[in-house]
């Protein structure tokens, strides 16, 4: 199973942290983009480095995966 939790340490005043929804969609967005590296692509790509900094996220809360710098390029056939 694959969790990623999204904690907001540190808010500023005044700065409502996100809701359940969002954060959900955020996860599942994550999970969307791994599936498609990992088994949608002609040749799978193994993304090593899946952590907070590494998740960017666009106006709408559309993640989007960075820093491929440790990723693998896995084998190709199953």
Request: glycine share 8%.
């Given at each position: 199973?694959?969790?990623?939790?999204?904690?907001?340490?540190?808010?500023?005043?005044?700065?409502?942290?996100?809701?359940?929804?969002?954060?959900?969609?955020?996860?599942?967005?994550?999970?969307?983009?791994?599936?498609?590296?990992?088994?949608?692509?002609?040749?799978?790509?193994?993304?090593?480095?899946?952590?907070?900094?590494?998740?960017?996220?666009?106006?709408?809360?559309?993640?989007?995966?960075?820093?491929?710098?440790?990723?693998?390029?896995?084998?190709?056939?199953k």
């Amino acid at each position: 199973m694959f969790f990623v939790f999204l904690v907001l340490l540190d808010i500023p005043p005044g700065i409502k942290p996100l809701d359940w929804n969002t954060r959900m969609r955020i996860t599942a967005g994550v999970a969307k983009g791994l599936e498609y590296l990992h088994d949608k692509m002609k040749h799978p790509v193994i993304y090593r480095d899946l952590k907070c900094s590494n998740i960017l996220l666009s106006y709408d809360y559309h993640p989007k995966l960075s820093d491929f710098g440790l990723a693998k390029v896995g084998l190709i056939g199953k």
